[in-house]
Structures are given as C-alpha cells and as structure tokens.
C-alpha cells in the first residue's frame, strides 16, 4: 500500500532540514520537497509558508494544510484555495517565547531610547539619557492572539501599565482590554504601539496617518505583525513631523527588504529580518508533528483555524 505524502514548500536553506526532522517525526507519512518527485494525487499533507497561487490546488486528495508560523494570511491569499480543506496554524511554545523576548527587547530598547544612546556613541559624544520608570509608561497591544496575550502579559510583569485591543473581548490579567468600536480610547492613551494583529482585510493598512494621529505626540511603533499593516508613506511622514518617535520594523511588504528602500538608513527605524518569532526546523517540527497526528486520530486541535475569518 502506497504511503500517503507529505508535500513541504518553504524556500529557505533550511528546507532539506525541515523534510528530514519531520521524516523523523513522521514515519508512516513520506515526507517531500515541492521540487521533489512525487504523485499529486498521493499527496494528503500539505506543510507550507507562502506557496505559489494556485499550487495548493493541484492536489486533488488534499486533506489538510499547515502553515509554518502563526499567520495563515499566505494560504488564504491563494485565490484558489480549496475551501474544504482545513488549515491548521503553528505556534506553541518556543514561538510565543521567542515573540515575548522580541517584543519586550524592542519596547525597553525604545522607552530606554537606546537609539539615542547609539547615536550618540557615532559621534563620540557623551550624552546621558533620562527616561521615565516603566509605569509611567502605557503600551497598547493590538492584536490579542496567543503571541499577543503573552507579550501583553511579559511587559506588565515588567512594570509597564498594558492595554490591549482586539476584534471581540478579551480577559487578560492587569490589562485592560478594548474592542474594535474603543480604538480611538485605546490608541489616546498608548506610548508605545505594539502590533502583532492577523492580516484580515479589516487589519490590511491600519497602521496609517489616520491612527498615528490619534496616538500620543511622539509615540513608538513595533509591527512584528505583517508588512501589509502599514501604509510605509504614512509612517515616514509621522516619523518626520515628530508624531511617531521611533518604529521598529521586523515585518515588510517585500521581503527581503530592497536594499534601496529608505527604510534601511532612517535614523528614526530599527530594521530586522523578520527574526521576531522566527520558527525553526526542530521546536516547529514537533509542533507541526503533533498537530498532523492529532488531525489524523480526529483529536481535537487548538491550532485549527477558521479559514473564512482568517483567525
């Protein structure tokens, strides 16, 4: 009897390290490259970050995709994605630690204006800086997820006073929490934006003038979310009245990023290469591992998504 493939798009040198850890894992299932030669119509599993439009639905026996990270957005902008196949995403543990490290380093880095303090080393200048205590200081989370949840609750843990919103309730412990028709209360109150809200086509461009407007003078930005949150134009405009002090950026419209873009030399933007919660072959294969036989057994999974909403 034919063993049923898994077929695994990335485009990354890691790639022939993820086909042989999830081989491992996965020993009843024949594990593929997309480059690879195989039977489409014995591929079942597809395990993919941002495959080519279309590609998904030339697998005719598909019973399940997995996204390789926490966003779904790069299967659902397939126009011609099969509807009835579900589509599990990847999280789990050593993904939310390594997007609470992230965001909590960006955030001290921008209350404690080490961007400054760079600067002025450049120049050989000795310039103390004096920063306000981290409860003199609000963080608004947009984005109220499992990566969202947890870096909300690292910074309040730190000091910070936290609030969060989101599209419908949420309940975190010391932090309060707005919903989509409270963005204006929310946003008037934030020191420091932190986005990491799912790419819907009501999130598509929300980080624009119109919302830095409604944020404090002087405000900081990270979007450790999607590119394609942002209206790039209207950020270097805010960056240059003032209205935004600082954006950290890990997460672009075209990446890598074009070494032409303006955003590599802005004084006023920390650029990294979508590192924030950058999943690799070993914790991500397990995780993708468990969830793929849980799928299997008909068990129960968290991580399954609502294909229709996004989330």
Known sequence: MTRAVLVLYVRSARARWWRKHLQTLL???????????????DVEYAVVWSPPNGWLAGFENLKCIVSIGAGIDHVLAD?????????????????????????????????RQVNAVRLAQNTKQWQPVITPPAHDLTIGVMGLGKLGTAAASSLQQLGYQVIGWAGSQHHIDNVKCYT?????????????????????????????????????PGAGLINAARGE????????????????????????????????HPFWVHEKITVTPHIASLIDPESGGKEIARNLLAFINGEPIEDMTDTTRGY
């Open 27 to 41: 020993p009843g299932i024949e594990c593929k490259l997309w480059d690879d030669t195989f039977r489409s119509e």
């Open 79 to 111: 126009s011609l994605l099969p509807q009835h196949v579900p589509v599990i995403r990847t999280t789990g543990p050593d993904l939310t630690q390594r997007m609470r490290e992230y965001i909590t380093l960006q955030v001290l880095a921008q209350h």
């Open 180 to 216: 989509s028709d409270q963005k204006q209360h929310f946003l008037t109150q934030t020191d420091i934006l932190v986005c990491l809200l799912p790419l819907t086509d009501d999130t598509r461009n929300i980080l624009c003038g119109s919302l830095f407007s409604m944020l404090k």
């Open 229 to 260: 949150h942002l209206v790039e134009e209207d950020l270097l405009q805010a960056l240059d009245s003032g209205q935004i002090a600082h954006a950290t950026l890990d997460v672009f419209r075209q990446e890598p990023l074009p070494q032409s």
